[in-house]
């Protein structure tokens, strides 16, 4: 399993230094190559996870979590985003969430499933 590392975009925030250059701003959604395979990133526990389902149907979206220091899981399991519909999910505490190798996981479950993810400068 390869999972698709998302870039973390970091939004032009209030009182930038200078005019923001154009498409300073501008973020893409990403899609998996194989839905299976999914996304990671690396969890800081500000970032903000975007889904984006570009179809005609309803698709789910699984984020995985892990033990918390007192053994707690809370996986948001296939949470439906409607056709042609947004979803956002976070901030996500590290504890709880970070896998061992620093990122958080999710899993989209069809093509035309798209993630991006935002963390505040």
């Known amino acids: 399993m390869a999972r698709l590392p998302l870039t973390v975009y970091i939004p032009v925030g209030g009182y930038p230094v200078g005019q923001p250059a154009a498409n300073s701003a501008d ?7 194989t839905p299976a395979d999914g996304i990671s990133f690396p969890l800081t526990g500000e970032e903000i996870l975007l889904a984006q ?3 005609g149907g309803a698709l789910t979206v699984t984020i995985n ?4 220091p007192h053994g707690r899981t809370g ?7 409607g056709a042609n519909e947004f ?3 976070g901030p996500f505490p590290t504890s709880g ?3 061992t190798d620093g990122k958080l996981y999710a899993v989209g479950s ?4 798209k993630f991006a993810v935002l963390r505040p400068a």
């Open 27 to 33: 973020f893409v959604f990403a899609e998996p190559g």
């Open 53 to 55: 389902n570009t179809t």
């Open 65 to 68: 979590s892990t033990p918390d």
């Open 75 to 81: 996986d948001i399991t296939a949470y439906s985003v």
């Open 87 to 89: 979803a956002a999910f």
């Open 97 to 99: 969430w970070v896998q």
């Open 110 to 113: 069809a093509t035309g499933l």
